[in-house]
Protein backbone atom coordinates (compact mmCIF):
# COMPACT_ATOMS: atom_id res chain seq x y z
CA UNK A 1 0.00 0.00 0.00
CA UNK A 2 2.82 2.38 0.89
CA UNK A 3 5.18 1.74 -1.91
CA UNK A 4 2.02 1.90 -4.34
CA UNK A 5 0.75 5.20 -2.66
CA UNK A 6 4.32 6.93 -2.75
CA UNK A 7 5.84 5.58 -5.96
CA UNK A 8 2.70 5.59 -7.81
CA UNK A 9 1.32 8.65 -7.27
CA UNK A 10 5.63 10.12 -8.18
CA UNK A 11 5.40 8.29 -11.53
CA UNK A 12 2.30 9.40 -12.23
CA UNK A 13 3.05 13.10 -11.88
CA UNK A 14 6.08 12.52 -13.81
CA UNK A 15 3.70 11.63 -16.66
CA UNK A 16 1.84 14.69 -16.55
CA UNK A 17 5.15 16.52 -16.92
CA UNK A 18 4.93 17.58 -13.68
CA UNK A 19 8.77 18.89 -12.52
CA UNK A 20 11.20 16.26 -10.49
CA UNK A 21 11.50 18.49 -7.36
CA UNK A 22 7.09 18.87 -7.35
CA UNK A 23 6.47 15.30 -7.64
CA UNK A 24 9.01 14.27 -5.00
CA UNK A 25 6.99 16.89 -2.67
CA UNK A 26 3.81 15.92 -4.04
CA UNK A 27 4.15 12.28 -3.60
CA UNK A 28 6.19 12.23 -0.22
CA UNK A 29 3.19 14.78 1.23
CA UNK A 30 0.42 12.76 -0.18
CA UNK A 31 2.10 9.37 1.13
CA UNK A 32 2.37 10.91 4.94
CA UNK A 33 -1.35 12.06 4.35
CA UNK A 34 -2.84 8.63 3.19
CA UNK A 35 -0.23 5.89 4.96
CA UNK A 36 0.27 7.39 8.25
CA UNK A 37 -0.78 9.24 11.41
CA UNK A 38 1.71 11.49 11.61
CA UNK A 39 0.61 15.81 11.34
CA UNK A 40 2.03 17.37 7.61
CA UNK A 41 4.25 19.16 9.92
CA UNK A 42 6.43 16.37 10.10
CA UNK A 43 6.71 16.53 6.68
CA UNK A 44 7.54 20.59 6.25
CA UNK A 45 10.06 20.11 9.22
CA UNK A 46 11.99 16.97 7.75
CA UNK A 47 11.69 19.00 4.16
CA UNK A 48 13.63 21.79 6.04
CA UNK A 49 15.99 19.81 7.85
CA UNK A 50 17.26 18.25 4.50
CA UNK A 51 18.72 21.40 3.35
CA UNK A 52 20.40 22.61 6.70
CA UNK A 53 23.54 20.84 6.01
CA UNK A 54 27.48 22.52 5.66
CA UNK A 55 28.59 20.14 3.51
CA UNK A 56 25.68 20.61 0.95
CA UNK A 57 27.10 24.12 0.26
CA UNK A 58 29.26 22.63 -1.65
CA UNK A 59 27.18 22.25 -4.58
CA UNK A 60 26.43 25.80 -5.78
CA UNK A 61 29.85 26.93 -5.12
CA UNK A 62 31.30 24.19 -7.33
CA UNK A 63 28.18 24.84 -9.98
CA UNK A 64 29.22 28.35 -9.85
CA UNK A 65 33.04 27.32 -10.39
CA UNK A 66 32.49 25.77 -13.34
CA UNK A 67 30.33 27.98 -14.86
CA UNK A 68 32.77 31.10 -14.21
CA UNK A 69 35.93 28.69 -15.32
CA UNK A 70 33.73 28.14 -18.50
CA UNK A 71 33.42 31.40 -19.58
CA UNK A 72 36.66 33.23 -17.68
CA UNK A 73 39.33 31.40 -20.00
CA UNK A 74 40.26 28.93 -18.10
CA UNK A 75 38.80 25.85 -19.87
CA UNK A 76 40.20 27.26 -22.98
CA UNK A 77 43.98 27.01 -21.63
CA UNK A 78 43.36 23.52 -20.53
CA UNK A 79 42.57 22.35 -23.68
CA UNK A 80 45.53 24.42 -25.40
CA UNK A 81 48.29 22.81 -23.26
CA UNK A 82 46.82 19.13 -23.86
CA UNK A 83 46.50 20.16 -27.74
CA UNK A 84 50.23 21.22 -27.43
CA UNK A 85 51.27 17.29 -26.04
CA UNK A 86 48.57 15.34 -27.89
CA UNK A 87 47.27 17.13 -30.93
CA UNK A 88 49.99 15.29 -33.09
CA UNK A 89 48.74 12.14 -32.57
CA UNK A 90 46.36 9.64 -34.77
CA UNK A 91 42.95 10.55 -33.13
CA UNK A 92 44.70 13.62 -31.15
CA UNK A 93 42.08 16.10 -31.17
CA UNK A 94 39.59 13.20 -29.23
CA UNK A 95 41.86 12.54 -26.91
CA UNK A 96 42.39 16.13 -26.24
CA UNK A 97 38.35 16.56 -26.00
CA UNK A 98 38.35 13.61 -23.40
CA UNK A 99 41.64 14.85 -21.26
CA UNK A 100 40.11 18.15 -20.96
CA UNK A 101 36.63 17.29 -20.20
CA UNK A 102 38.65 15.10 -17.47
CA UNK A 103 40.07 17.64 -15.88
CA UNK A 104 37.36 20.77 -16.37
CA UNK A 105 35.43 17.72 -14.25
CA UNK A 106 37.73 17.40 -11.83
CA UNK A 107 37.13 21.54 -10.79
CA UNK A 108 33.39 21.51 -11.75
CA UNK A 109 31.95 18.50 -11.26
CA UNK A 110 29.32 19.24 -13.12
CA UNK A 111 28.34 16.54 -16.24
CA UNK A 112 26.31 19.64 -18.46
CA UNK A 113 29.18 22.50 -17.71
CA UNK A 114 32.12 20.08 -18.79
CA UNK A 115 30.09 19.02 -22.20
CA UNK A 116 29.39 22.36 -22.68
CA UNK A 117 32.43 23.95 -22.05
CA UNK A 118 34.25 22.03 -23.51
CA UNK A 119 31.87 20.71 -26.50
CA UNK A 120 31.31 24.41 -27.56
CA UNK A 121 34.96 24.91 -28.91
CA UNK A 122 36.71 21.56 -29.45
CA UNK A 123 33.56 20.16 -31.85
CA UNK A 124 34.16 23.03 -34.30
CA UNK A 125 37.99 22.40 -33.97
CA UNK A 126 37.70 18.55 -34.46
CA UNK A 127 35.22 19.14 -37.91
CA UNK A 128 38.04 21.49 -38.89
CA UNK A 129 40.52 18.71 -38.52
CA UNK A 130 38.38 16.18 -40.57
CA UNK A 131 36.74 14.37 -38.16
CA UNK A 132 33.50 13.21 -38.50
CA UNK A 133 30.99 16.20 -36.48
CA UNK A 134 28.33 13.54 -34.89
CA UNK A 135 31.29 11.64 -33.73
CA UNK A 136 33.18 14.66 -32.14
CA UNK A 137 29.49 15.90 -30.35
CA UNK A 138 28.84 12.62 -29.45
CA UNK A 139 32.69 12.39 -27.39
CA UNK A 140 31.95 15.91 -26.07
CA UNK A 141 28.83 14.60 -24.55
CA UNK A 142 30.34 11.13 -23.03
CA UNK A 143 33.52 12.97 -22.02
CA UNK A 144 31.23 14.99 -20.19
CA UNK A 145 29.95 12.28 -17.62
CA UNK A 146 33.42 11.59 -16.60
CA UNK A 147 32.52 15.39 -14.34
CA UNK A 148 30.45 13.62 -12.36
CA UNK A 149 32.98 10.82 -10.89
CA UNK A 150 36.29 12.90 -11.09
CA UNK A 151 36.24 14.70 -7.58
CA UNK A 152 34.88 16.99 -6.73
CA UNK A 153 31.97 15.82 -7.48
CA UNK A 154 28.22 17.13 -7.09
CA UNK A 155 26.30 13.98 -7.23
CA UNK A 156 29.38 12.20 -4.71
CA UNK A 157 28.49 15.46 -2.26
CA UNK A 158 24.83 14.88 -2.93
CA UNK A 159 24.91 11.06 -2.33
CA UNK A 160 27.39 11.49 0.83
CA UNK A 161 24.91 13.97 2.38
CA UNK A 162 21.87 11.54 1.57
CA UNK A 163 23.25 8.64 3.49
CA UNK A 164 25.26 10.17 5.28
CA UNK A 165 29.09 9.34 4.23
CA UNK A 166 32.34 10.56 3.89
CA UNK A 167 32.84 13.30 1.47
CA UNK A 168 36.27 12.50 1.67
CA UNK A 169 36.05 9.28 1.45
CA UNK A 170 33.49 9.58 -1.50
CA UNK A 171 35.83 11.70 -3.72
CA UNK A 172 39.21 9.15 -2.88
CA UNK A 173 37.01 6.53 -4.12
CA UNK A 174 35.92 8.25 -7.42
CA UNK A 175 39.72 8.98 -8.81
CA UNK A 176 40.57 5.97 -9.99
CA UNK A 177 37.54 5.05 -11.76
CA UNK A 178 37.23 8.25 -13.14
CA UNK A 179 40.48 7.76 -14.40
CA UNK A 180 39.86 4.26 -16.01
CA UNK A 181 36.35 5.53 -17.82
CA UNK A 182 38.98 8.37 -19.44
CA UNK A 183 40.94 5.70 -20.63
CA UNK A 184 38.52 3.42 -21.93
CA UNK A 185 36.97 6.35 -23.93
CA UNK A 186 40.34 7.02 -25.31
CA UNK A 187 40.96 3.62 -26.88
CA UNK A 188 37.69 3.88 -28.10
CA UNK A 189 38.88 7.61 -29.99
CA UNK A 190 42.18 6.05 -31.09
CA UNK A 191 40.69 2.88 -32.40
CA UNK A 192 38.08 5.09 -34.19
CA UNK A 193 40.40 7.56 -35.28
CA UNK A 194 42.17 4.37 -37.26
CA UNK A 195 39.59 3.03 -38.89
CA UNK A 196 38.49 6.38 -40.62
CA UNK A 197 41.65 7.95 -41.13
CA UNK A 198 41.79 10.74 -38.43
CA UNK A 199 45.36 11.86 -38.08
CA UNK A 200 46.73 14.93 -36.13
CA UNK A 201 49.58 16.72 -37.18
CA UNK A 202 52.80 15.36 -38.90
CA UNK A 203 55.06 16.93 -36.47
CA UNK A 204 55.88 15.86 -33.12
CA UNK A 205 54.93 18.52 -30.40
CA UNK A 206 57.62 20.63 -30.38
CA UNK A 207 59.19 21.87 -26.04
CA UNK A 208 58.95 25.31 -27.35
CA UNK A 209 54.78 25.30 -28.25
CA UNK A 210 54.65 22.94 -25.10
CA UNK A 211 56.23 25.46 -22.68
CA UNK A 212 53.93 28.42 -24.25
CA UNK A 213 51.25 26.66 -23.48
CA UNK A 214 52.07 25.29 -20.33
CA UNK A 215 53.12 28.96 -19.12
CA UNK A 216 49.71 30.48 -20.76
CA UNK A 217 47.73 27.53 -18.79
CA UNK A 218 49.88 27.39 -15.66
CA UNK A 219 47.55 28.92 -13.71
CA UNK A 220 44.69 27.35 -15.03
CA UNK A 221 46.48 23.93 -14.59
CA UNK A 222 47.19 24.77 -10.93
CA UNK A 223 43.54 24.93 -9.76
CA UNK A 224 42.53 21.07 -9.39
CA UNK A 225 45.91 20.50 -7.70
CA UNK A 226 45.14 23.53 -5.27
CA UNK A 227 41.63 22.16 -4.64
CA UNK A 228 42.10 18.37 -4.81
CA UNK A 229 45.73 19.54 -2.95
CA UNK A 230 43.87 21.36 -0.29
CA UNK A 231 41.46 18.66 0.61
CA UNK A 232 43.70 15.26 0.86
CA UNK A 233 46.31 17.43 2.98
CA UNK A 234 43.58 18.27 4.92
CA UNK A 235 43.53 21.71 5.12
CA UNK A 236 39.98 22.55 4.12
CA UNK A 237 37.35 20.71 4.46
CA UNK A 238 35.12 19.58 0.29
CA UNK A 239 32.78 22.47 1.72
CA UNK A 240 35.51 25.19 1.90
CA UNK A 241 36.96 24.14 -1.12
CA UNK A 242 34.05 24.76 -2.87
CA UNK A 243 34.20 28.41 -1.96
CA UNK A 244 38.24 28.57 -3.00
CA UNK A 245 37.42 26.95 -6.19
CA UNK A 246 35.20 30.34 -6.71
CA UNK A 247 37.37 32.46 -5.28
CA UNK A 248 40.31 31.20 -7.43
CA UNK A 249 38.00 31.49 -10.35
CA UNK A 250 37.50 35.19 -10.07
CA UNK A 251 40.97 36.13 -9.21
CA UNK A 252 42.52 33.97 -12.09
CA UNK A 253 39.52 34.86 -14.75
CA UNK A 254 39.75 39.16 -13.49
CA UNK A 255 42.81 39.79 -12.76
CA UNK A 256 45.13 37.26 -14.68
CA UNK A 257 43.62 36.57 -18.06
CA UNK A 258 41.65 39.65 -18.00
CA UNK A 259 38.85 38.00 -19.83
CA UNK A 260 36.07 38.44 -17.08
CA UNK A 261 34.43 41.52 -16.39
CA UNK A 262 32.20 42.31 -13.43
CA UNK A 263 29.41 42.10 -16.09
CA UNK A 264 30.76 38.69 -16.84
CA UNK A 265 30.91 37.53 -13.35
CA UNK A 266 27.49 39.20 -12.78
CA UNK A 267 26.51 36.77 -15.45
CA UNK A 268 28.39 33.85 -14.10
CA UNK A 269 25.95 34.46 -10.62
CA UNK A 270 23.09 34.46 -12.22
CA UNK A 271 23.17 31.75 -14.62
CA UNK A 272 23.45 29.04 -12.06
CA UNK A 273 21.33 30.84 -9.06
CA UNK A 274 17.74 28.83 -10.81
CA UNK A 275 19.74 25.52 -10.85
CA UNK A 276 21.16 25.90 -7.17
CA UNK A 277 17.73 26.89 -6.11
CA UNK A 278 16.12 23.44 -7.84
CA UNK A 279 18.76 21.57 -6.76
CA UNK A 280 18.24 22.89 -2.60
CA UNK A 281 14.34 22.49 -3.59
CA UNK A 282 14.71 18.77 -4.41
CA UNK A 283 16.88 18.00 -1.68
CA UNK A 284 14.72 19.82 1.01
CA UNK A 285 11.70 17.18 -0.18
CA UNK A 286 13.50 14.28 -1.08
CA UNK A 287 14.74 14.24 3.20
CA UNK A 288 10.92 14.07 3.71
CA UNK A 289 10.31 11.37 1.38
CA UNK A 290 13.24 9.62 2.59
CA UNK A 291 11.92 10.38 5.73
CA UNK A 292 8.70 8.56 5.16
CA UNK A 293 10.42 5.59 3.23
CA UNK A 294 12.51 4.82 6.83
CA UNK A 295 9.26 4.75 9.04
CA UNK A 296 7.51 2.54 6.61
CA UNK A 297 10.61 0.16 6.66
CA UNK A 298 10.25 0.62 2.81
CA UNK A 299 14.56 -0.07 2.45
CA UNK A 300 14.58 -3.32 4.42
CA UNK A 301 11.72 -5.09 2.62
CA UNK A 302 12.84 -4.17 -1.09
CA UNK A 303 16.26 -5.67 0.78
CA UNK A 304 13.85 -8.87 1.75
CA UNK A 305 12.17 -8.79 -2.01
CA UNK A 306 15.92 -9.06 -3.40
CA UNK A 307 17.17 -11.30 -1.33
CA UNK A 308 14.28 -13.23 -1.65
CA UNK A 309 15.26 -13.40 -5.45
CA UNK A 310 18.89 -14.63 -5.36
CA UNK A 311 21.20 -14.80 -2.96
CA UNK A 312 24.08 -14.64 -4.96
CA UNK A 313 26.07 -11.43 -4.91
CA UNK A 314 26.47 -10.98 -8.37
CA UNK A 315 23.25 -11.43 -9.63
CA UNK A 316 21.78 -8.66 -6.61
CA UNK A 317 24.69 -6.18 -8.22
CA UNK A 318 23.93 -6.90 -11.64
CA UNK A 319 20.19 -6.50 -11.05
CA UNK A 320 21.07 -3.37 -9.32
CA UNK A 321 22.80 -2.08 -11.94
CA UNK A 322 20.19 -2.93 -14.83
CA UNK A 323 17.51 -1.23 -12.20
CA UNK A 324 20.09 2.16 -11.95
CA UNK A 325 20.82 2.14 -15.63
CA UNK A 326 17.03 2.21 -16.85
CA UNK A 327 16.66 4.96 -13.97
CA UNK A 328 19.25 6.85 -15.16
CA UNK A 329 17.77 7.58 -19.19
CA UNK A 330 14.47 8.85 -17.57
CA UNK A 331 15.32 10.58 -14.64
CA UNK A 332 18.17 13.11 -13.60
CA UNK A 333 21.21 12.24 -11.61
CA UNK A 334 20.31 14.17 -8.85
CA UNK A 335 16.71 13.25 -8.16
CA UNK A 336 17.63 9.72 -8.94
CA UNK A 337 20.38 10.00 -6.12
CA UNK A 338 18.13 11.61 -3.83
CA UNK A 339 15.36 9.02 -3.77
CA UNK A 340 17.84 6.00 -4.64
CA UNK A 341 20.69 6.15 -2.40
CA UNK A 342 18.78 5.49 0.83
CA UNK A 343 16.64 3.03 -0.67
CA UNK A 344 19.42 0.90 -2.40
CA UNK A 345 22.13 0.88 0.18
CA UNK A 346 20.76 -1.43 2.97
CA UNK A 347 19.97 -3.86 0.07
CA UNK A 348 23.95 -3.79 -1.10
CA UNK A 349 25.44 -3.60 2.83
CA UNK A 350 23.48 -6.26 3.06
CA UNK A 351 25.59 -8.80 0.66
CA UNK A 352 28.66 -7.03 1.98
CA UNK A 353 29.55 -4.01 -0.63
CA UNK A 354 30.73 -0.67 1.02
CA UNK A 355 28.37 2.61 0.74
CA UNK A 356 31.60 3.91 -0.23
CA UNK A 357 31.96 1.82 -3.32
CA UNK A 358 28.20 1.66 -3.76
CA UNK A 359 28.22 5.92 -3.65
CA UNK A 360 31.07 5.66 -6.98
CA UNK A 361 28.69 2.86 -8.74
CA UNK A 362 24.76 4.65 -7.96
CA UNK A 363 26.74 7.62 -9.74
CA UNK A 364 28.25 5.82 -12.24
CA UNK A 365 24.88 4.33 -13.56
CA UNK A 366 23.42 7.32 -13.68
CA UNK A 367 26.66 9.11 -15.52
CA UNK A 368 25.74 6.84 -18.12
CA UNK A 369 22.18 8.03 -18.32
CA UNK A 370 23.43 11.52 -19.44
CA UNK A 371 24.39 10.15 -22.74
CA UNK A 372 21.32 7.41 -23.20
CA UNK A 373 17.47 9.09 -24.32
CA UNK A 374 15.22 10.08 -23.72
CA UNK A 375 16.61 11.97 -21.13
CA UNK A 376 20.39 12.08 -21.95
CA UNK A 377 21.03 15.91 -20.74
CA UNK A 378 24.40 15.89 -22.23
CA UNK A 379 23.06 14.76 -25.24
CA UNK A 380 20.72 17.80 -25.36
CA UNK A 381 23.81 19.90 -24.57
CA UNK A 382 26.02 18.74 -27.23
CA UNK A 383 22.86 18.98 -29.86
CA UNK A 384 22.73 22.43 -28.35
CA UNK A 385 26.28 23.42 -28.68
CA UNK A 386 27.42 21.43 -32.18
CA UNK A 387 23.80 21.20 -34.26
CA UNK A 388 24.16 17.78 -34.14
CA UNK A 389 20.96 16.04 -34.04
CA UNK A 390 20.64 13.54 -31.21
CA UNK A 391 19.36 10.71 -33.52
CA UNK A 392 23.05 10.98 -35.75
CA UNK A 393 24.76 11.35 -32.06
CA UNK A 394 23.12 7.81 -31.15
CA UNK A 395 24.77 6.70 -34.28
CA UNK A 396 28.08 7.31 -32.87
CA UNK A 397 28.32 6.90 -29.33
CA UNK A 398 28.11 3.08 -29.13
CA UNK A 399 31.28 2.17 -28.60
CA UNK A 400 31.88 5.14 -25.83
CA UNK A 401 28.78 3.54 -24.15
CA UNK A 402 30.05 -0.07 -24.32
CA UNK A 403 33.47 1.58 -22.64
CA UNK A 404 31.75 3.32 -20.24
CA UNK A 405 29.67 -0.14 -19.21
CA UNK A 406 32.93 -1.85 -19.20
CA UNK A 407 34.35 0.12 -16.79
CA UNK A 408 31.52 -0.25 -14.80
CA UNK A 409 31.30 -3.67 -14.35
CA UNK A 410 34.89 -3.36 -13.20
CA UNK A 411 33.93 -0.81 -10.40
CA UNK A 412 30.93 -2.88 -9.23
CA UNK A 413 32.82 -6.18 -8.82
CA UNK A 414 36.66 -5.54 -8.30
CA UNK A 415 35.76 -3.44 -5.18
CA UNK A 416 39.65 -2.40 -5.18
CA UNK A 417 39.47 -0.03 -7.40
CA UNK A 418 37.27 2.11 -5.07
CA UNK A 419 38.39 1.22 -2.13
CA UNK A 420 42.17 0.55 -2.90
CA UNK A 421 43.10 4.21 -1.94
CA UNK A 422 41.52 4.31 1.52
CA UNK A 423 43.37 1.14 2.87
Not at 28 to 53: A, E, H, N, Q, R
Request: aromatic share 10%.
Amino acid sequence: MEIAVLFGSFFILLLLSVPVGHAIGISGLLSFLICTDYSPMVFIKSSLSGTDSFTLLAVPFFMLAGNLMATGGIAKRIVNFADSLLGWLTGGLSIVTTIACMFFGAVSGSAVATTSAIGSFMIPEMEKKGYDKDFSAALAAAAGSVGVIIPPSVPLVIYGVAVNASVKDLFTAGILPGIMMGIAMIIVCVITSRKHGWKGDAKRPELKKVWKAFKEGFWALLMPVIILGGIYKGIFTPTEASVVSVVYCIVVSMFVYKEMDLKGLYKGFLGIVNLCGITLFMMGFANAFSYFLTIEQIPNRLTELFLGISHNKFVILLMINILLLIVGCVIDNIPATIILAPILLPVVKAIGMSPITFGVMLTMNLAIGFITPPYGINLFMATAVSGVPMDAMMKRIGGLLVSLLVVLMLITYVPWFTLGFLS
